[in-house]
């Protein structure tokens, strides 16, 4: 009998293989490179394109400077959660700021943001923006979570910090860390080139986007594309395992 992961893996390939046969029919229907390149057309000049000076080096300065962001949301928003989570005061008084970040949007947060940082710095700032809110909300929630019994009993019994943590918290913070991290790593990659296109900073995917839509050049764009996907998937998948190893308990 096949396995439930085979018959998924096995529908995730035949959806992949219809999207790509759609794709290509689209684009043989158009006929217009200009508008709409075909799978096979972006195939070549992926093949290519990697060759091309400073390639490398503006995926790894865009991929640090979203890290950069994204982990420093990251370590801010557990921290401030904590805190939240226990002492009420203190999430009333940084509501202001969370609604701003849920609902200004990006692209008004990016012109604003020109004024006070470098475009090079301009992805660190916009990736913190969009992943703090997210994290937090799940941080707060997760440590709220656990039963108040247990805690009660814990107290009652002098249970060493670092012991409920293991054995009481995280079990409780894991499966809302792993849905903030899953849905904000993707949603830091997408804001961060989303900013580098608006400021377009040297060396950098934004920049390579902004150049292919000025050199009216559509399989780049498309090849950028996909690059950003690939890496937003296998940093998901990177730091999803990460998490839930640490989360275990096994290292604290």
């Known amino acids: 009998m096949i396995s439930t992961t085979v018959q ?62 994204f982990f420093t949301a990251l370590f801010l928003a557990v ?21 701003s970040m849920k609902a200004v949007p990006v692209a008004s947060f990016v012109i604003l943001a020109l004024l006070w940082f470098k475009a090079e710095r301009l992805s660190i700032f916009i990736s913190f923006l969009i992943v703090f809110p997210v994290i937090y909300k799940n941080t707060v929630e997760g440590i709220r979570s656990v039963d108040i ?14 012991r409920k943590i293991r054995m009481l918290y995280l079990p409780k913070l894991r499966p809302y860390m792993v849905s903030a991290l899953s849905s904000s790593i993707g949603m830091a990659w997408k804001a961060g080139i989303a900013a580098e296109l608006i400021a377009r900073p040297d060396f950098t995917i934004g920049q390579r986007l902004y150049d292919s839509k000025v050199y009216l050049s559509t399989a780049d764009l498309f090849c950028y594309t996909l690059i950003i996907i690939l890496l937003g998937y296998l940093s998901e998948k990177i730091i999803l395992a990460i998490t839930q190893r640490l989360t275990e308990g096994k290292y604290i």
């Open 8 to 69: 998924n893996k096995t529908r995730s390939i035949i959806s992949f293989a219809a999207a790509v046969l759609v794709w290509q029919l689209a684009a043989s229907i158009l006929n217009e490179p200009l508008l709409l390149s075909s799978p096979i057309d972006v195939i070549k000049r992926m093949a290519t394109i990697w060759k091309e000076p400073y390639f490398f080096h503006s995926i790894y300065v865009s991929a640090k400077n979203i890290f950069i962001g």
């Open 79 to 99: 921290l401030l959660g904590a805190i939240s989570a226990r002492y009420r005061f203190f999430e009333t008084l940084l509501m202001p700021y969370l609604l």
């Open 149 to 162: 019994k247990l805690l009660q009993m814990a107290k009652l019994f002098n249970v060493p910090l670092k």
